[in-house]
């Protein structure tokens, strides 16, 4: 497990996080970063990476017969509730349509209502990118690597920011 | 299949009554349903945190207890959240699985 995410990259990227009464509100966000949440949805799809699709849906139990009625019965339900998620995610994220000059300075709000989508769907970009990656654990606690450099490293770094998006989203729900 | 006798009620009336037998039936013993339990495994990737407030809302933990199923995993790659029948322990697998977390079913050997 990774114990935090440490927003220090913020240091060279801008944005400010923040819940005004039942929204919970990113502002001045950077074009870079509006980007990189524009790309959550499209981040959860594991398709064309077995690895990812094997994590998302992993099996429960070490018996075939277990295995096979799961497939079935409860693996469909997982799919519904994992593209749900996805959904909710990408029609808050139409508010950063628009080309990159309109993008700067924009402010993303979410529903409080809508958390737990967005914990589920951040959680499913950040297993299928360290999947398709296959990151070490050495690397999945380095939050200081730039994103530019490879696709690579632009990975890592979407890892650590969906991350930090999900420790600020847990903190404010539960508070 | 019931025995019937006749039994005299009254003067002059008879009646008839079906007297209790008891029945004998072969029915093989079920096997008892082997105690199960719900085990979550480490992954590089969840966050602390999150894998804390999971544990919470599945099994209604508090926060202590949640946390030091967490550390446990954390540390030793597993820990046992739940024992008991099989269905509810399929219900929690499946719930843990709804947030992306690795669980596992294991009967209890």
Redesign the interface.
């Known amino acids: 497990?990774?114990?935090?995410?440490s927003p220090r990259w913020r240091k060279s990227f801008d944005m400010e996080i923040c819940r005004q009464g039942d929204t919970l509100q990113i502002s001045d966000l950077d074009p870079f970063l509006a980007e990189l949440l524009r790309q959550i949805p499209q981040s959860t799809n594991p398709e064309g990476a077995p690895g990812a699709e094997a994590r998302?849906?992993?099996?429960?139990?070490?018996?075939k017969k277990?295995c096979a009625e799961w497939k079935s019965y409860?693996e469909p339900?997982?799919r519904r509730?994992f593209r749900s998620a996805s959904e909710t995610v990408a029609a808050d994220l139409t508010q950063l349509n628009g080309n990159e000059k309109s993008l700067r300075n924009r402010t993303l709000r979410i529903p409080v209502e809508h958390a737990d989508a967005w914990?589920?769907a951040l959680?499913?970009a950040?297993?299928v990118i360290?999947t398709k990656y296959n990151?070490?654990?050495e690397e999945?606690n380095d939050h200081d690597r730039s994103p530019i450099g490879s696709r690579r490293d632009l990975g890592l770094f979407q890892?650590n920011f969906y991350?930090f998006l999900?420790?600020f989203i847990?903190?404010e729900i539960?508070s | 299949m019931s025995a019937v006798s006749a039994v005299q009620l009254e003067k002059g009336s008879t009646s008839t009554v079906e007297t209790p037998v008891r029945e004998t039936e072969t029915r093989e013993e079920e096997e008892l349903d082997v105690p199960w339990q719900v085990v979550v495994h480490n992954d590089p990737v969840n966050l602390m945190s999150y894998v804390t407030m999971v544990f919470q809302r599945v099994f209604g933990y508090p926060r202590e207890k949640a946390e030091v199923h967490m550390l446990e995993v954390h540390h030793k790659g597993r820990s046992i959240l739940w024992s008991g029948a099989r269905e509810p322990a399929e219900f929690y697998v499946q719930q843990l699985h709804g947030y992306l977390l690795l669980a596992t079913l294991e009967k209890i050997v």
Request: net charge negative; charged share 20%; glycine share 2%.
């Open positions: 497990m990774v114990i935090s995410c998302l849906f992993s099996r429960p139990a070490a018996e277990i409860v339900e997982l509730l914990l589920n959680n499913q950040r297993l360290a990151f070490s654990d999945l890892i991350g999900q420790e847990l903190r539960s």
